[in-house]
């Protein structure tokens, strides 16, 4: 039962550098979404995704791309890694059409300098 | 637009006292709303969800919410608190019919002996 994976768990970037965070589900959900966890600030919606092919702009998505070519995939790139955005990214799926049962991975800390 | 406002973000009670986290809501059509549980260094978790049925909802672990339209919260409690339950809980409203989750900044508690 794998649910949701997120790779990598840590990781540390210097200030304009690109990345991927990876983010892959076996449950055969059509929804999925990206987070960001910043204390005091709770959890902000970065981009979604309600299908293979479709990707939409969440509540904070300045900075970051995402692409959706598979059901199982969805990573998000930062572009020009900022301090800003250091944060912890949660991956998140669901079946969709109103579910409303977010299945989240175990997290990615990320830490740009 | 729809938000959530979560009051205190820290709550301490003794094992066995009454857990009352409070969340209200902004919403100018009826909301879908959901507390969702995070335990240290873990993605996230549904605990229970307000769909416009019945307005007491039960969840996992003994929690439960009521939804007051006249005051516009949905409060989560939990008659006796247990070590257990010392974790971070987050409040969430969607826009009807999606999985798009707006999260409120989230309440930690601690349970003391």
């Known amino acids: 039962n794998a649910g949701v994976t997120q790779t990598p768990k840590f990781q540390v970037l210097k200030t304009g550098q690109s990345m991927t965070l990876q983010c892959a589900q076996d449950m055969n959900h059509e929804y999925m979404s990206w987070y960001r966890q910043d204390p005091g600030m709770g959890l902000r919606l970065i981009h979604y995704?309600?299908?293979?092919?479709?990707?939409d702009q969440g509540e904070v998505p300045n900075g970051y791309n995402v692409s959706r070519s598979t059901t199982e995939d969805f990573p998000l790139r930062l572009l020009s890694a900022a301090p800003s955005q250091t944060s912890v990214y949660f991956c998140?799926?669901?079946?969709?059409?109103?579910?409303?049962?977010?299945?989240f991975g175990s997290g990615t800390q990320l830490s740009v300098l | 637009a729809q938000s959530v406002t979560q009051l205190g973000s820290h709550v301490s009670v003794s094992e066995g006292a009454l857990v009352l986290l409070r969340c209200n809501y902004s919403?100018?059509?009826?909301?879908?709303l959901f507390w969702y549980v995070q335990y240290p260094n873990q993605g996230l978790q549904l605990l229970l969800k307000?769909?416009?049925?019945?307005?007491l909802v039960k969840g996992i672990n003994g929690f439960e919410a009521e939804f007051k339209k006249s005051e516009t919260s949905f409060h989560l409690t939990k008659p006796s608190a247990h070590m257990s339950d010392a974790a971070e809980y987050f409040c969430?409203?969607?826009?009807?019919?999606?999985?798009?989750?707006?999260f409120g900044t989230g309440t930690r508690l601690q349970v003391f002996p």
């Open positions: 307000y769909t416009s049925a019945a307005t």
């Open positions: 919403s100018s059509v009826p909301p879908y």
């Open positions: 995704s309600v299908g293979a092919g479709i990707t």
């Open positions: 998140a799926s669901s079946t969709g059409q109103g579910s409303w049962k977010l299945f």
């Open positions: 969430a409203v969607s826009p009807y019919n999606t999985d798009k989750l707006i």
